[in-house]
């Protein structure tokens, strides 16, 4: 579930809201060269990875078609969260599949607007499953509605990937540490060695 106080305050480009955490959650469960491990695996790990979040309702039945599901849907956002980080190999068709993948979601997990005196929140009338799928969306919706969509981001240090909230103060941050980022740079300083290495001399 995620919530937006009536006339509330923009949040700081650099506070990380609940619904932030909630995105991230759910996209940092994949595996990678680092050691990650993949907890979407199936439908028992995809139970077990519930039940440790409240967020999303706690402990969930969960088949091995829905940890599926939640693999494309994990997938579909980080490679806008890539596009977000201006990752050339997510543009172009990769991320037109993904913007369809999840349009086709929001119709199958569609949200219910809550009122109260409190303030206004979108969430998910389903229960389950589609109950998590529709708190992600809900959360996603949100926060893209505070103008910061764009400061989510993925790691640009292939095969990290990793989800973070960019807090510098443009938005300029492509990497989730300064590891990846100094990775990345000495990738690209050994391929510059290698291309002036193999250039042909000058007679």
């Given at each position: 579930m995620s919530s937006a106080a009536a006339g509330s305050a923009k949040p700081s480009p650099r506070t990380v809201v609940p619904m932030v955490e909630t995105v991230l959650a759910f996209v940092n469960t994949r595996a990678d060269g680092g050691g990650r491990q993949e907890l979407f695996g199936d439908g028992h790990a995809f139970a077990a990875w519930l039940a440790e979040r409240d967020e999303f309702g706690g402990e969930?039945?969960?088949?091995?078609?829905d940890a599926a599901?939640?693999?494309?849907?994990?997938?579909?956002?980080?490679?806008?969260l890539l596009a977000h980080s201006g990752d050339e190999e997510s543009q172009g068709e990769p991320l037109r599949h993904a913007e369809q993948h999840l349009r086709r979601a929001g119709a199958l997990y569609p949200l219910a607007t809550v009122v109260t005196a409190g303030g206004v929140e979108l969430a998910s009338p389903q229960t389950g499953v589609p109950r998590v799928f529709g708190t992600v969306l809900a959360?996603?919706?949100?926060?893209?509605?505070?103008?910061?969509?764009?400061?989510?981001?993925?790691?640009?240090?292939?095969?990290?990937?990793?989800?973070?909230?960019?807090?510098?103060?443009?938005?300029s941050g492509l990497y989730c540490s300064t590891g990846c980022g100094s990775q990345v740079s000495m990738r690209n300083y050994r391929r510059r060695q290698r291309r002036e290495s193999d250039a042909p001399s000058e007679a």
């Open positions: 969930t039945v969960a088949t091995d078609a599901a939640a693999r494309e849907l994990r997938d579909a956002l980080v490679t806008l959360a996603v919706t949100t926060f893209a509605q505070t103008g910061d969509w764009g400061r989510i981001k993925a790691c640009r240090n292939p095969p990290c990937h990793f989800g973070f909230f960019d807090r510098t103060r443009n938005g």
